[in-house]
């Protein structure tokens, strides 16, 4: 038969549709079903957070940050948090450093749940989505208790914490890592290894770990393509370093290293390392006052740091440059979706227009973090 | 390796290309590297054997002072385990540096970024394009002396 003439078809992938997680749009170049070319278009939900951090004090960026990964909020505290601390200098209390540790492991859980959930929900799979937002609910109850929020907390302050938490916070989380465990496992059942999933997911934009590293991938979708590397475990901040925990890969147990179903069963198996950390730091909270350490006025020295920090999705940072004031000079979120959505058209590209559906959803973006 | 030892074996490379190295200042020591040496050295870094920089983990571009804008490159690498702060200081009349794009591949929309939010053209840049503000906004937000529009397109902006 002979060759076929055939238009090369643009289409819009977004910026409204529910499995871009967000506003995003992708302008996809298509020869019939396959991809030719994906480009995304960023920027629908960019609030120049940047520019307006150069307007407040330091203490006052800290709920600007929590409206970057707004389902990921205390790990972004964290990192600006701990950015700022190291341009101070300043000594901060072992019990403000356990809840800090406390607090970001649950908010891993809560963000893992929510990949999980909507990553089968973008396969067709409803249930686990609803399992997944059920668990994550009781992870925000113990948030709302200490803080009184659900999802944007302002909780970490610089040198300390809002508040303090009560011996029924832990009680109730203690409960939660029993009750966790066994729903993990019914999630694993009901999605992780379920047949058509896996036909989905293995096998789909396989990423290479040389390729990933130099377009700056990192965090759970880094550790899909087999590197055992984690911020928590190799470049050590905060006291993680006390704690016993794995670093989970993909292990190409289903499909091949590096694909879609590697990224993301490393989140399933996250959870529970998660949990374990938490184990292990919820009976040792040493007493003490969680403000003890809090700066009156927060005003370092004229100078820079850049402090990075495991985030569920990866490698956050935040650049702080203060030139003395009361303001920083320049804060620059060195954000992890950013990086990881920047590979997407290399792997893309000739797959089905259904796999870049897949694709997308395995690195666990959210747009606030991207547009800022 | 520490900053000053890679600065060290820079220098005797790049000569002039490397200016002077800032040990003191907190809390991480860096070094500057001119605008046009700046692809090269950033290749040096990748390939060399004893630095293998190969992530580069954030550029920023930034407003550096009355006259200066500068563009940051942090870098890590995942052989060794060591990091490096660089330093690239261009003058405001002609902001133009050498793009790292080719180098690593995070660099290309880091330097969209930088070219959107604060204004400097990275020569070389396979495809510079505003990424984040829209195709047709007018100024660089980031700059200090940026003042924020009252009109877009004719129409006034309420606040």
Redesign the interface.
Known sequence: MAELRTEELTLNMGPQHPSTHGVLRLVLKLNGEIVDDVKPE??YL?R?F??HAEAMTYPQVIPYTDRMDYVNAMSNELAYVLSVE??L?IEIPERVEYIRVIMSELQRIASHLVAIGTYGNDAGAFTPFLYCFMDREKVLELFEMVCGARMLYNYFWIGGLSHDITPEFITKTKELIKYLRPRIKQVNNLLSYNKIFIERTADIGILPV??A????VSGPSLRGSG?K?DLRK??TYSIYNRFDFEVCVGTGERGTVGDCWNRYIVRAYEIEQSLRIIEQAIDKIPEGDVQSAVPKRVK???????V?TESPKG?L?Y?V?SDGSLNPY?V?A?STS??NL??IN?ISRGHMIADVVMILGSFDIVLGCI?? | METNEVYEKLKRVFEDGIGEIKTD????PFFFVSADKINAVSLFLRDEESLQF?????L?G??YDKDNLAV?Y?L?S?VH?HKL?VKVVIPKSNPVVKTVSDV???A??HEREAYD?VGMTFEGHPDLR?????EDWEGH??RKD?KVPEFYKGMKVPY
């Open positions: 960023l920027g960019h120049c940047e520019k190291k341009l200098g040389d390729v590293i130099n377009a700056g590197i590397y190799d470049d370092p020295v004229a100078g820079e740091s850049y990075r490698e940072a650049y440059v320049r620059k060195r950013f990086c920047s590979v290399q547009d800022r | 200042v907190p809390v991480y190969d992530n580069l983990s954030c920023s930034m407003d940051v942090h890590y995942y385990h702060v690593w591949a995070a290309d929309w939010l505003r990424i984040l503000l829209s937000p980031l940026y």
